[in-house]
């Protein structure tokens, strides 16, 4: 008589397999160890997830321990000895369990603290625990599901080959079909959504930003670009900075009106025709008669960090042009996954357009040129200095904040650092070319001559989108141990595989939503002793340079009204 083969997706499929007593302690255990502190504090909700990821994980990685014992016929231990190993077991994990649980509260207000945040109390317990059993069940399911329609393959292929050609076949089918499904039709729908849930925000006028009406401007009198083109953040960004007399105010007199040039997405249909547009509004605003020039790569929805660009203005006198082209509608976090070919192109048709007509000028006439970008616009400014011949393309320097975990050159710099310098701020071929600094430390603290480029890396030892890496599932970081750890760090944090990654990575989303000068917002201070160190302007001392520091940490909001007769 033929068997019965339920089809795929009915009951039965799902209740086949009971729970696995190994799945089960190596789940709790995972779970116990992802309430330990990561890099930043986490509201419950995340923590939920965190710990359903990490329970669903340790279920998975037991059960198919246990399954593989069973596969190779090892024998079950059995009588009093079994009792005990499982007793052992079990005990182990409600320990940790209770401890874990005991200690969380307190370990995620050691964070808290450093950062100057509020306290917590035991309240969010409830709210972890539901999310954690949900995320896990949900998980669960998943698997299950997947498991189904592998033994559904394997059967039917049983029929007509061997039982260890069928298993093997039907896992690789089943791998592949949900790969698949997975970067076919989820990822790109998901992109394609996010696409056109965030376009339409790109067009939204934020109260107080007004066009300009100084021809300095993008988007002002006689400008290439048309205001309505600009999109959110480049509106946002030429409406905004110091004025003429915000500068006067700080370096006593003689300020000019920044130039600020930028480009929208809708501003051209391509890369390179942004490019040669930004170029055209450089020279029309004057750009190239500017003592200094900066090429801003932006983050992805085209934001650039105040943070980063009003300083320079200052320790310039306004005598300065900052040049940005948008690439993307998404948010950072999106546009990390989905927009770095974007970044990159954008970055290198920019520069190359820019950089080509700046070389054709008189040395001693023609402004500094330098590079800045913060987070995935780091990532385009290291797609041009990798693409570049320093010796016979010089620039004059650059800036990274919080550059991304998917870029390169930050990540060799860092594996071939100095010996005896940390992981979190590495010294690199004696600091003669790039160098790196933090809230805390300078560029300026590595010893040694500096070269005629100058390239500073602006890290926190506390971003993870600087610090996630896959290779946290199964390798303890450099940047955890006890002699290379940041002072934003906590002392509490530790390495456990898999979990420790999961942690995280479920950190990127919460990485701008922490106090400043921690995770992945950078103040105006450690951007303005950055600029100092790569464009050495003169002037400054230390007492003026704090009286700057203090004037930009009181700031209003970023998009003021800039009139024709700052000029």
């Given at each position: 008589m033929q068997r019965f083969e339920p089809p795929l997706g009915h009951p039965s499929h799902l209740t086949e397999a009971r729970f696995s007593g190994p799945g089960l302690v190596l789940g709790g255990i995972f779970a116990a160890a992802s309430l330990a502190p990561s890099l930043l504090p986490r509201p419950s909700v995340v923590q939920g997830v965190i710990s359903g990821v990490s329970l669903a994980v340790g279920y998975g990685a037991g059960a198919g321990l246990a399954s593989l014992r069973d596969y190779l016929g090892i024998p079950h231990l059995r009588g009093r000895l079994h009792e005990a190993v499982v007793g052992a077991w079990v005990a182990l994990c409600v320990g940790m369990l209770v401890l874990a649980g005991w200690k969380q509260v307190g370990w995620q207000n050691d964070i808290r603290l450093l950062y100057g945040m509020p306290p917590i109390g035991p309240d969010g317990w409830p709210l972890v625990a539901a999310v954690t059993v949900l995320v896990a069940a949900a998980l669960l399911l998943l698997g299950r599901s997947l498991a189904a329609a592998f033994r559904s393959v394997r059967r039917r292929l049983g029929r007509r080959l061997p039982r260890r050609l069928a298993t093997l076949l039907g896992g690789v089918l089943v791998v592949v079909a949900m790969w698949a499904a997975f970067s076919g039709v989820l990822v790109t729908g998901f992109f394609a959504g996010a696409n056109a849930l965030f376009a339409p925000s790109d067009?939204?006028?934020?109260?107080?930003?007004?066009?300009?009406?100084?021809?300095?401007?993008?988007?002002?009198?006689?400008?290439?670009?048309?205001?309505?083109?600009?999109?959110?953040?480049?509106?946002?960004?030429?409406?905004?900075?110091?004025?003429?007399?915000?500068?006067?105010?700080?370096?006593?007199?003689?300020?000019?009106?920044?130039?600020?040039?930028?480009?929208?997405?809708?501003?051209?249909?391509?890369?390179?025709?942004?490019?040669?547009?930004?170029?055209r509004e450089l020279q029309r605003t004057g750009a190239f008669d500017r003592k200094v020039l900066v090429l801003a790569t932006t983050t992805g929805t085209g934001y650039l960090d105040r943070n980063g660009t009003d300083p320079l203005e200052y320790l310039w006198n306004g005598d300065t042009a900052i040049a940005g082209v948008q690439y993307s509608y998404l948010p950072s976090w999106i546009s990390l996954l989905a927009d770095q070919d974007s970044a990159r192109q954008t970055s290198q048709a920019v520069f190359a357009a820019v950089h080509r007509y700046w070389s054709t000028l008189p040395e001693a006439s023609r402004p500094r040129l330098y590079l800045y970008g913060l987070s995935l616009g780091a990532y385009g400014v290291e797609s041009i200095l990798?693409?570049?011949?320093?010796?016979?393309?010089?620039?004059?320097?650059?800036?990274?904040?919080?550059?991304?975990?998917?870029?390169?050159?930050?990540?060799?710099?860092?594996?071939?650092?100095?010996p005896g310098s940390p992981a979190t701020l590495p010294v690199f071929g004696n600091g003669r070319t790039v160098r790196f600094a933090s809230e805390s430390q300078s560029a300026q603290r590595t010893p040694g001559p500096w070269g005629p480029t100058r390239i500073v890396y602006l890290q926190h030892a506390s971003d993870p989108v600087v610090f996630f890496s896959t290779d946290l599932a199964f390798t303890p970081p450099a940047w955890l141990r006890e002699d290379q750890r940041g002072p934003d760090v906590s002392p509490r944090m530790g390495w456990f595989p898999v979990v420790t990654m999961v942690q995280v990575l479920l950190d990127l989303p919460g990485a701008g939503s922490v106090p400043m000068g921690y995770g992945h917002l950078y103040s105006a201070p450690a951007n303005l002793r950055a600029w100092v160190g790569i464009t050495e302007p003169t002037g400054w001392d230390a007492a003026s340079l704090d009286r700057l520091a203090a004037v930009?940490?009181?700031?209003?909001?970023?998009?003021?009204?800039?009139?024709?007769?700052?000029?």
């Open positions: 067009q939204v006028v934020s109260a107080g930003t007004r066009a300009p009406t100084s021809p300095v401007r993008s988007g002002g009198p006689g400008s290439l670009v048309r205001w309505e083109d600009l999109g959110a953040e480049g509106r946002g960004f030429v409406s905004g900075g110091p004025t003429v007399s915000d500068i006067d105010a700080v370096t006593g007199g003689g300020a000019r009106l920044p130039v600020r040039v930028y480009v929208g997405l809708r501003s051209a249909d391509t890369a390179a025709a942004r490019a040669q547009l930004v170029l990798g693409s570049m011949n320093l010796i016979n393309e010089p620039i004059d320097g650059a800036l990274l904040v919080g550059p991304p975990f998917v870029s390169p050159v930050h990540a060799q710099l860092t594996a071939d650092r100095d930009l940490a009181k700031r209003p909001h970023p998009y003021g009204n800039i009139s024709s007769s700052s000029s």
